[in-house]
């Protein structure tokens, strides 16, 4: 293939200390020269490509740079062995989109290692339908499993942002798995879309905000909280003895204001949850889960597919919160 094919790109510089973005035509001599040439079908869009992408959060520290920290595409060429031209690939994480370009192009060129062969199951739409918050969600869905929260606990699973991107499919993981999820929302009106995807309870974002005692009624049996601050201390406030909260987000905010009290006196566990450097291991097992446990209708219902030129409205959105469920970003449209 020659290094002169073009293909169009979102392309973030740096203007008078602000970040710009721009849909620009690369060409395949552009790429940096990494083992695997993918043509990328779609890509998503995240709470930190939000942040990327408006420059509102550091996470892009190199201009140029193609943001996009998801990607599912085709390979076209291959350094290596491990994949051939015609596999098809799955790319979340690894600070692609933030030191890597990413995948907001119709071309990129990646570390094979990055890569994880997709799932038969699963089309590149669905992929990135469930994308890096999807897979953040079956990651807390396994660490609550781990941590032995089962699905006939006496009380249910809490889980806060809920109509975001990393909400929702966890919401309907956790339903699909047959727990009882109790949905934490800001926005009223996005209930029955909640319910729809499995949600059984509603707590408002207003009531989780109240300043809490360090111990509360024992409400939960799990949580998974997307939103930090004093909705995650309020969560572990409210956790039953022995229950897990794994904390995974901070779209309300980076602090913890709680004490040791549900820790020493409950035996509750919180537990972290990163998807950037998840390891091959549990990132296959984690996408295979998605394959088997997440019903395609179920993903179509959270899931709106968006040109690329919509990207840079879309990630002032995100941040804003107004974003409901999932952006899958289309870069041949
Ligand atoms: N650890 C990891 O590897 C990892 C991976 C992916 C994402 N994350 C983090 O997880 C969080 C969610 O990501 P996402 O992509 O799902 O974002 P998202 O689609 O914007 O979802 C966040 C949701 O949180 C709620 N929310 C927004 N602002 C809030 C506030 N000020 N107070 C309380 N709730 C608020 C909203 O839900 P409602 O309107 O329903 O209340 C919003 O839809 C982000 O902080 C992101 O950085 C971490």
Sequence with gaps: MSDSTTFKALVLNQRDGQTVASLTTLTDADLPPEEVLVAVDYSSLNYKDGLAVTGKGKIVRQFPMVPGVDLAGTVLESATSAYQPGDRVVLTGWSVGERYWGGYAQRARVKAEWLTPLPDKLDSRRAMAIGTAGFTAMLCVMALEQAGVKPDA?????????????????????????????????????????????????????????????????????????????????????????????????????????????????????????????????????????????????????TQVVPLAEVPRLAEAILAGQIRGRMVVDPNA
């Design 154 to 302: 006496a009380k249910p699973v809490l889980v806060t942002g809920a109509s975001g991107g990393v909400g929702s499919v966890a919401v309907a993981l956790l339903a699909q798995l047959g727990y009882r999820v109790a949905a934490v929302t800001g926005r009223p009106e996005n209930e029955t879309y909640l319910r729809e995807l499995g949600a059984a309870d509603f707590i408002t974002r207003e009531t989780m905000n109240q300043p809490c005692r360090p111990l509360e009624a024992q409400r939960w049996s799990g949580v998974v909280d997307t939103v930090g601050g004093r909705v995650l201390a309020r969560a572990l406030a409210e956790t039953d003895y022995g229950g897990a909260v794994v904390a995974c987000g901070l779209a309300g905010g980076a602090d913890l204001p709680t004490t040791v009290m549900p820790f020493i006196l409950r035996g509750v566990k919180l537990l972290g949850v990163d998807s950037v450097l998840c390891p091959p291991e549990p990132r296959r097992l984690a996408w295979a889960r998605l394959a088997r446990d997440l019903p395609a209708a179920v993903l179509d219902r959270m």
